[in-house]
């Protein structure tokens, strides 16, 4: 639902929000932040180079949002996320008319705080988390890496494809990711050997996060199924190839991709992108219709997203050289080939409960071209051709040293453009 809140004209009465990159006053999303001194995690929303200390402004609010918003004094934004869509939109229509009425200003400012101070969190207690493969584009290209007979089974366009994974090591942007030690079977060797992933690869993706969920045994019928999502994030599910290729026959994923999983720390809200919604894009010919279970014709016509999603990378070197990021990809949130809202209506289908904070990856979001693509398994072509760096270096896949940046930001015409701030990790031996 587009309204006022979207209004480009809007001016916020914070300076640093107009013409911010990521987080103008028509974004508001929501984290969970903390002060430098070791004051307690509690709920925010950034707002150009600031953050708003929700908890302290609550008072000011609707007195069922302000109820809401006080549980994120808890350090989370679980219960904020389970009062359910209603209660988020007046959330933001409550910050919005703060933070656009010069009048509040003298109730609000002393809550506001200079981000580069504040440290941010995980959003949410993560009860559980589900990676999707809904990158068709990836599946192919992995697919054709790991059976070249028979890149796409035939079950990827009925059922959309994920794994539970692991939700405890799941880690806010920022830091350190250990280079994970493995059992890998190099090419040509009868036995495997046990050591330090040789492959190791990020995943492009975006988070879809939780906010009401469902009963046991009480499925969620996809025309209800987008109401039940309280944000997107951005994710990146690193993962060790090497590792991935020997274990992953016959049950899927396990430690190739369980030792660390990144997110960016604000949630935007599915309101925040309302205005980058889009028609999910039309199946290729020959591509068999949605199951009557997944298909929802309001869904189809505006329930895809357009979010242009980019990744960099630095090298240690570059770094103490002073150079720019080399960008290794840029592409768009329309890749994905089943919908948000499907997700989470084929996760509850059998009756499993979703529950408020649970986390699902979207699978890697790799697009047609080269330009596009998500990971460095596909870039390189699984190693066999090294990307070249502005020093004269290359890689394959991650040297220790190096830094992954994930952004992404939604823009369109006659709108302003929201931004997601970034993932990034550095690798560590
Ligand atoms: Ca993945």
Request: some cysteine.
């Amino acid at each position: 639902m587009i309204d006022h809140t979207h209004d480009p004209a809007a001016v916020c009465w914070v300076e640093s929000a107009a013409g911010h990159a990521d987080f103008p006053v028509q974004n508001l999303p929501l984290g969970i932040f903390s002060l430098a001194g070791g004051s307690a995690p509690r709920g925010g929303t950034a707002i150009g180079d600031a953050v708003l200390d929700l908890v302290a402004i609550a008072p000011l609010l609707e007195a069922d949002v302000a109820a809401a918003v006080k549980t994120t004094a808890g350090g989370t934004l679980n219960a904020l996320a389970a009062a359910g869509p209603d209660v988020l939109r007046r959330l933001r229509h409550g910050l919005f008319a703060l933070l656009t009425d010069p009048a509040q200003r003298p109730k609000v400012a002393n809550h506001l705080h200079d981000a580069a101070g504040c440290t941010l969190h995980l959003p949410f207690a993560i009860g559980d988390y589900t990676d999707f493969y809904t990158g068709i584009h990836h599946a192919e290209n992995i697919g054709r890496i790991f059976r070249p007979d028979n890149p796409l089974l035939p079950n990827y366009k009925y059922v959309p494809i994920g794994y539970h994974g692991r939700a405890s090591s799941v880690r806010v942007s920022g830091g350190e990711v250990r280079r994970p030690m493995g059992q890998t079977r190099p090419a040509g060797h009868e036995a495997p050997g046990f050591g330090p992933s040789r492959r190791l690869d990020y995943e492009l993706e975006m988070a879809i996060w939780v906010g009401q969920g469902n009963e046991l045994g009480q499925p969620v019928p996809i025309g209800e199924a987008g109401a039940h999502i309280a944000g997107l994030s951005l994710l990146n599910d690193w993962s060790a190839r090497d590792v991935q290729a020997w274990e992953y026959q016959p049950l899927g994923p396990f430690l190739a991709k369980n030792f660390h999983t990144g997110v960016s720390p604000w949630v935007v809200t599915l309101d925040a992108l309302a205005p980058f919604r889009r028609a999910q894009p039309p199946r290729p010919a020959g591509d068999p219709a949605p199951l009557p279970y997944l298909y929802d014709e309001a869904d189809q016509a505006s329930g895809a997203f357009d979010i242009t999603m980019e990744v960099l990378l630095t090298t240690r070197a570059m770094r103490e050289a002073g150079l720019s990021p080399h960008r290794l990809s840029i592409g768009s949130t329309l890749a994905m080939y089943w919908t948000p809202a499907q997700l989470v209506a084929h996760h509850a289908s059998n009756g499993c409960n979703l529950a408020p904070g649970d986390l699902l990856g979207t699978g890697t979001l790799s697009g047609a071209d080269p330009s596009s693509f998500g990971s460095l398994m596909e870039i390189t072509a699984s190693g066999t051709q090294p990307i070249a760096l502005p020093t004269g270096e290359t890689r394959t896949f991650l040297e220790d040293g190096d830094e992954v940046v994930m952004t992404a930001w939604a823009e369109a015409e006659g709108r302003v453009r929201v931004g997601f701030g970034s993932c990034a990790g550095v690798i560590a031996p």
